[in-house]
């Protein structure tokens, strides 16, 4: 059983370009890549590259999400909540049950694992 998988480069690789279950486009023309690198042996958990131009989301979650901003900016405010801003460099998590609104600000990369 392999216990270690290093995730593969996106070179090469096509990516969905389906826009997210659960996200509606509110303003622009925001286009997504999707490129999922490796889902564990349980189906639970799902490691990636997003890729997303710029525009406004909303968003609704099902699952838990860790993400690490590889470049561009991000402001992420929760439905009746408080906006949070992150940039290139920076690592946040989405719990399973937020809804609210992305606005891509800058073209955005992101390392992202789902688990559901």
């Keep these: 059983m392999q216990t ?6 996106t070179d090469g690789l ?6 997210l279950d659960g996200w509606v486009v509110t303003a622009g023309n ?3 890549k999707t490129w999922a ?4 042996s349980d189906g639970t958990m799902v490691s990636g590259i997003w890729e997303c131009t710029k525009g406004s989301l909303h968003a609704t979650y ?14 992420i405010t929760p439905d009746g909540g408080v906006p949070v801003t992150v ?12 809804k609210g609104t992305w606005v891509i600000e800058e073209d955005v ?8």
């Design 4 to 9: 270690v998988t290093k995730l593969p480069s």
């Design 14 to 19: 096509t990516p969905s370009t389906d826009i």
């Design 30 to 32: 925001p286009q997504m």
């Design 37 to 40: 690198l490796h889902t564990s």
């Design 62 to 75: 099902t699952a838990y999400e860790y993400v690490v901003l590889i470049s561009g900016r991000i402001t």
């Design 87 to 98: 940039k290139a460099g920076d690592a946040f998590v989405v719990e399973k049950d937020f």
């Design 109 to 116: 990369r992101k390392h992202f694992d789902f688990a559901s």
